[in-house]
């Protein structure tokens, strides 16, 4: 086995084909050192696909893995070749979006809303569809680490989940006040 098909055994989540967690927040945690040093752009995306569990009681665990499956080729298909998908829970995935400000990562982050919602998985006793919900977050310098930057991009996919499910909500960041 090569070094690069290692890579991508370490690296990948077996059942997407997308970036593993370990994988993702490494990244995360790369582009937050060349945004300090820089000062570059970028924006993340966390979302989460809304009310899973219902589809996986319903339809069985393997449609459920069949279908995150789906989803993860369906969203891939929406990124560019520099952008970084992962998968980092059960059926949530953070996508760091490098050189993108937030009106830029809102307006992906509303397309794959829209695609996944049109997404309809045919299964021999019915059909799946789902929705997702989603926060984005720019990068801003006064984010002290990662653990803050997911904190406050956690905040706002709340948010939109409490505001009814399927939709996308971006963080407000304060601007501070002029001493």
């Not at 690069?4 to 050192?33: C, I, M, P, Q, W």
């Not at 995150?68 to 949530?92: N, P, Y």
């Not at 789902?130 to 406050?152: K, M, N, P, W």
């Amino acid at each position: 086995m090569c070094i690069r098909d290692r890579f991508e055994l370490a690296a990948r989540d077996s059942l997407t084909g997308l970036y593993n967690k370990r994988f993702v927040l490494n990244e995360l945690e790369n582009h937050l050192r060349i945004a300090r040093r820089s000062n570059r752009v970028f924006s993340v995306i966390l979302l989460d696909i809304d009310d899973f569990k219902l589809v996986n009681d319903r339809f069985g665990h393997l449609a459920g893995d069949d279908y995150l499956r789906q989803f993860a080729g369906l969203f891939a298909r929406s990124l560019r070749e520099q952008d970084i998908a992962g998968r980092i829970g059960g059926e949530e995935f953070l996508v760091i979006l490098p050189e993108t400000a937030l009106d830029g990562a809102c307006r992906l982050a509303n397309r794959v809303r829209t695609s996944v919602e049109e997404f309809v998985l045919p299964l021999a006793d019915g059909e799946v569809r789902a929705t997702i919900s989603a926060g984005v977050c720019q990068y801003e310098s006064g984010f002290q680490d990662a653990r803050e930057f997911l904190a406050r991009v956690d905040q706002a996919l709340y948010e939109a989940k409490n505001a009814g499910k399927n939709n996308v909500m971006r963080v407000s960041i304060p601007v501070p006040a002029e001493e």
